[in-house]
C-alpha cells in the first residue's frame, strides 16, 4: 500500500469493508470507475469494470440489485435472504410482483419470517453510499426503506396485525 501510495491517491476507512469504501468513495466524486469483479458492485452508479467489460450502472440499476441480493442473500457477506431464493428466482419474484418493498417483505413472509428480518438482510446487503455514511460520527447510515411495508413491522404470515385501526391481512 505504501507502494502504491506513491503515485496514486490510497483511500482507507478505518471500520468499514473496502466495497463500502468504495462505493462512498465513487458515489462522492462521480466520473471515477469502479474496477471489481465483485457483483455488489453492482449497486453502486456509476461506471464499473467487472474484469471483462465496463458497464455503466444507473441509480435504478443499483436499487435493483440491492432488492435482488436482499433477496438472495449473500452467504460470504453472512445474510441468507429468502430460503431458496436465488438472483434468478428473485428477479422473477420482482418481475411478478414489482420492485419495491412490499415485494422484499412478501417474499420473506412466505417464508414465515417477518418484516424485521427483511429489513435486516437489505441492510446487511447495502453497499454504502455517501448518502449512507455520516462522515463526523464516522459510521454508517442504517439503510430504511423509502416507504414502510403495508404489513408493519411485526407482520408474520397467517397473523393480521392492527395498524391504526386496519387489519392487515396476508396477501
Known sequence: IR???????????????????????????????????????????????????????????????????????????????VPGMGMKRADAWFNKYGWNWDAVVRAFIEKDLDEREALLNARLAKILTVDYYDFNAREPILWTPATPSNYGPHFRAGIPVQTAGISIEQP
Open 3 to 81: 507502494e502504491l501510495e506513491k503515485e496514486y491517491e490510497v483511500i482507507r476507512m478505518d471500520t468499514l469493508e473496502a466495497d463500502d469504501a468504495m462505493g462512498i468513495y465513487a458515489t462522492q466524486h462521480p466520473g471515477n470507475m469502479i474496477v471489481s469483479p465483485d457483483k455488489d458492485m453492482k449497486q453502486i452508479p456509476g461506471s464499473l469494470y467487472n474484469l471483462e467489460e465496463v458497464t455503466l450502472i444507473t441509480p435504478e440499476e443499483g436499487e435493483k440489485m440491492h432488492y435482488l441480493q436482499t433477496l438472495s442473500g449473500d452467504q460470504t457477506d453472512g445474510y441468507g435472504g
